[in-house]
T-cell receptor, first 117, second 114 residues
Framework: AQKITQTQPGMFVQEKEAVTLDCTYDTSDQSYGLFWYKQPSSGEMIFLIYQGSYDEQNATEGRYSLNFQKARKSANLVISASQLGDSAMYFCAMREYSGGGADGLTFGKGTHLIIQP | KAGVTQTPRYLIKTRGQQVTLSCSPISGHRSVSWYQQTPGQGLQFLFEYFSETQRNKGNFPGRFSGRQFSNSRSEMNVSTLELGDSALYLC?????????????FGDGTRLSIL
């Protein structure tokens, strides 16, 4: 079974609209971290936002917020007021902690977001 | 503050050769991880080093190896290259090993095997 599922391979959104990118995860660990990364066509991976499994508040970073629903194992990324420069691949990732230390990041397949003027 | 630096940016090799990729982490970061990105398999974790010790390893054959130096710089080596090793190899660094530590990525090394 996939540990990170991103169900939207591609999305087209009008500039200035809000965008929600879906991410569900699967883990039996109690301690884990959830991350979102942006990868423009140039290839670099840019860290956007982090949510810890014990965090009660949803994480926010500027125009990015993470809608964390622990019971549903859901960690959706919300981008407010989208801009043309937001066009990129977006990856949801999880880092589990299994007692012996944190594992490497497990990534979803990504969502290709295209912002239209 | 300088970001994660990976060298070289591009490499072309032939089957059977070996290759070494280099990664300099963000200053002060002690954990370095390596990932392989391909169109078919996506992003996959290779291994992580912390304090010069390999702490985690992904599901890759022994042809993939790495090391970390006392200054936290890391190298990754792939021996007996195969066509399927063509990929973008990404290095990421973080302050520590915790699951709450964001990993910051370099621009990657694009390896092509002919």
């Amino acid at each position: 079974a996939q540990k990170i599922t991103q169900t939207q391979p591609g999305m087209f959104v009008q500039e200035k609209e809000a965008v929600t990118l879906d991410c569900t995860y699967d883990t039996s660990d109690q301690s884990y971290g959830l991350f979102w990364y942006k990868q423009p066509s140039s290839g670099e991976m840019i860290f956007l936002i982090y949510q810890g499994s014990y965090d009660e508040q949803n994480a926010t970073e500027g125009r990015y917020s993470l809608n964390f629903q622990k019971a549903r194992k859901s960690a959706n990324l919300v981008i407010s007021a989208s801009q043309l420069g937001d066009s990129a691949m977006y990856f949801c990732a999880m880092r589990e902690y299994s007692g012996g230390g944190a594992d490497g990041l497990t990534f979803g397949k990504g969502t290709h977001l295209i912002i239209q003027p | 503050k300088a970001g994660v630096t990976q060298t070289p940016r591009y490499l072309i090799k032939t089957r059977g050769q070996q290759v070494t990729l280099s990664c300099s982490p963000i200053s002060g970061h002690r954990s370095v991880s390596w990932y392989q990105q391909t169109p078919g398999q996506g992003l996959q974790f290779l291994f992580e080093y912390f304090s010069e010790t390999q702490r985690n390893k992904g599901n890759f054959p022994g042809r993939f190896s790495g090391r970390q130096f006392s200054n936290s710089r890391s190298e990754m080596n792939v021996s007996t290259l195969e066509l399927g090793d063509s990929a973008l190899y990404l290095c990421a660094s973080s302050l520590g090993q915790g699951h709450n530590q964001p990993q910051h990525f370099g621009d990657g090394t694009r390896l092509s095997i002919l």
